[in-house]
């Protein structure tokens, strides 16, 4: 449901707008497998539906030969119980703000605009099982983001830069039933009972953080042939730059009776990357005087071009702490220590990374179209 409210000027130098809209989104899924297939342990698959409510406000000033824009714009979930065995709910808070500027000159048009999105969102796993809810994931996400672009166009050159960073991370609750995973609370009571795992319990606390930068500009020309059938072939050529890094810290929580061992897991992994994208495209399209239906048919391709790839993954695993009281019971890989397993992994994969993507970065397409 969306409900929008608009005012402007007479002359049109002024308008100001102002949207409600609220519904139901269904996202998607998330599955879990065990690590070892067997008939008593199935896999999870979750649902996710989300209850939307999107409210925003945007104004257009024009005057002579400039435009502008502002928009801000907030998006809120609520939390929802559906009559499911395994589902996902979300309570996210969003805000988008954004402005764009305008410039018409004589032969030539100049847009340019920025936005800055800030979300919290905090995704439950739940578990229903008759009139009880069990919470077997908890993950409290927040993430920023920066875009900006600029384009200027000239008679059939076209020229555009666009920018973008991107900001988010995970974290961990050191307090019980705030675990990011506890697999135990995702099973039913009879399984419990019938592999004894009352007795062995494994939980996950996890923390996260990524950081990402991407730039692309580039310029395309297009020409106009022919009278009766126009033909408009163009060449677009784009350049990149991207650059990446993930730290993820897994903190994993085996209990046992009365012993108590925590392992701790560390994963790196970074990414930089400079290249381009060639692209060809043809329309033929064949003007009427007498209707104004306009049949067009288009073929495209496109490569991309990497020049430079570093792709770096480190894998480390720190020594784990384990604790517990004394119960007599001797219990190998459960109590005390726990080993360092290190599984270090570190190297550049430019050449194979470049080369794969170079193999797969081809695509065509094929479309037709009507305009009127």
């Not at 692309?216 to 163009?234: C, D, E, H, M, V």
């Not at 060639?278 to 073929?299: D, G, H, Q, T």
Request: aromatic residues 12%.
């Amino acid at each position: 449901m969306t409900a929008t409210i608009s005012a402007h000027r007479l002359d049109s130098l002024f308008r100001a707008k102002a949207t409600i809209a609220s519904g139901t989104v269904s996202l998607g899924s998330i599955s879990w497998l065990p690590e070892q297939e067997n008939n008593i342990i199935n896999s999870i698959t979750a649902d996710w539906e989300s209850h939307v409510f999107y409210g925003s406000l945007e104004a257009d000033y024009k005057i002579d030969n400039h435009y502008i824009n502002l928009s801000l714009a907030y998006t809120k979930t609520e939390p929802h119980n559906p009559e499911k065995l395994y589902y996902v709910r979300d309570s996210a808070s969003i805000i988008t703000l954004g402005a764009r500027y305008g410039h018409a000159f004589s032969h030539s048009r100049l847009n340019a605009g920025y936005s800055f999105t800030k979300a919290d969102v905090t995704l439950y796993g739940i578990f229903h099982s008759e009139e009880s809810h069990k919470r077997f994931m908890y993950m409290p996400l927040d993430a920023t983001m920066h875009f900006g672009f600029a384009n200027w166009s000239w008679e059939r050159l076209r020229t555009h830069l666009e920018f973008a960073h991107i900001a988010g991370r995970l974290r961990s609750n050191p307090n019980r039933f705030f675990e990011t995973l506890a697999p135990n609370r995702a099973l039913p009571a009879s399984v419990i009972k019938g592999l004894s795992f009352s007795f062995l319990q494994k939980v996950f606390r996890i923390d996260a953080n990524l950081e990402a930068s991407a730039i692309l500009s580039g310029a395309s020309y297009y020409w106009n042939l022919g009278s009766r059938f126009i033909f408009t072939p163009k060449v677009e050529l784009d350049f990149f730059g991207a650059s990446g890094e993930l730290n993820v810290d897994k903190q994993i929580e085996t209990t046992m009776i009365a012993t108590r061992q925590i392992n701790y897991e560390n994963t790196r992994r970074k990414l930089n990357s400079i290249g381009s994208v060639l692209m060809l495209n043809c329309e033929v399209r064949k003007p009427s005087k007498n209707s104004p239906v306009i049949f067009a048919l288009e073929y495209g391709i496109s490569q991309i071009i990497p020049f430079y790839i570093d792709y770096k993954d480190y894998n480390a695993d720190k020594p784990g702490e384990g604790s517990g009281s004394q119960s007599g019971i001797s219990l190998p890989g459960i109590g005390g220590q726990s080993s360092k397993k290190p599984k270090d992994k570190e190297g550049s994969l430019d050449g194979d990374i470049s080369s794969l993507i170079f193999r797969n970065g081809f695509a065509t397409h094929l479309g037709i179209s009507i305009r009127f």
